[in-house]
């Protein structure tokens, strides 16, 4: 079953906008990422974040995970006509290898 | 180093033959996950495999579907006597079995499945 959900499930914004996704989640977990696909490609990572942490950056990506409200976000900021993708999250519920849990994602559309 | 391949990207079967994705993970990489992703969904969890073992199918029905990583060459994913339910994507993932990086997951390009 989906982990969670993505909010909103589609976004529209001109260039150089920020952009802001939310994920929800329903049981304990060890890490959450995020994952980027272009249409009809495969998934790419781009951000880890353990259940410790509570804010972490990479480029003009910043995460943040609540895991008291079960919930994190993804800001990516100054965006690009590239940045257009779906943006799932993924929860580990282990430490070790263990399958990820997708969320349904969410469909950024960058204006050029 | 290619990353994850897999092939064949599309795959047009009729309903009742047999369907085969393979998949080759990241060089040095043990584990090996399948997901399959409807039109509009997320990846839904199928199978986890390490070299010669499934470790985790509980995604995957128990019926018509196989999945299996030998010790030499590629993972593979069967479908038996495949159905119009069964077109979807198949996206095959790979991981290191240990470090920094064994949570990370590395994804291939998919196979595109469709049944006629």
């Known amino acids: 079953s989906q982990q969670g959900e993505e909010d909103p499930q589609a976004l529209s914004i001109q260039e150089g906008e920020n952009a802001t996704m939310n994920c929800s989640y329903k049981?304990?977990?060890?890490?959450l990422q995020w994952y980027r696909q272009n249409s009809g490609r495969g998934l790419v990572h781009l951000i880890l974040i353990r259940s410790n942490e509570r804010e972490k950056h990479s480029g003009r990506l910043r995460v943040t995970l609540d895991t008291s409200k079960k919930s994190s976000s993804l800001l990516i900021t100054a965006s690009r006509a590239a940045d257009t993708a779906s943006y799932f999250c993924?929860?580990?519920?282990?430490?070790?290898?263990?399958?990820?849990?997708f969320g349904k994602g969410t469909r950024l559309s960058v204006i050029a | 180093n290619a990353g994850v391949m897999q092939n064949p990207r599309h795959l047009v079967r009729r309903r009742g033959q047999e369907a085969r994705l393979r998949c080759s993970p990241m060089?040095?990489?043990?584990?090996v996950y399948w997901y399959r992703q409807l039109p509009e969904e997320g990846l839904k969890f199928m199978v986890y495999?390490?070299?010669?073992?499934?470790?985790?199918e509980s995604g995957m029905p128990k019926e018509r579907f196989s999945a299996e990583f030998p010790k030499e060459g590629p993972s593979i994913l069967r479908i038996q006597q495949v159905v119009r339910g069964d077109s979807a994507a198949y996206f095959c993932a790979s991981s290191p079995g240990g470090g920094l990086a064994k949570n990370i997951q590395y994804f291939g390009a998919g196979t595109r499945l469709s049944v006629l």
């Open positions: 060089k040095g990489h043990s584990h």
């Open positions: 993924a929860t580990g519920p282990g430490s070790g290898n263990t399958p990820l849990v």
């Open positions: 495999l390490q070299k010669e073992n499934i470790i985790d």
């Open positions: 049981t304990s977990i060890n890490n």
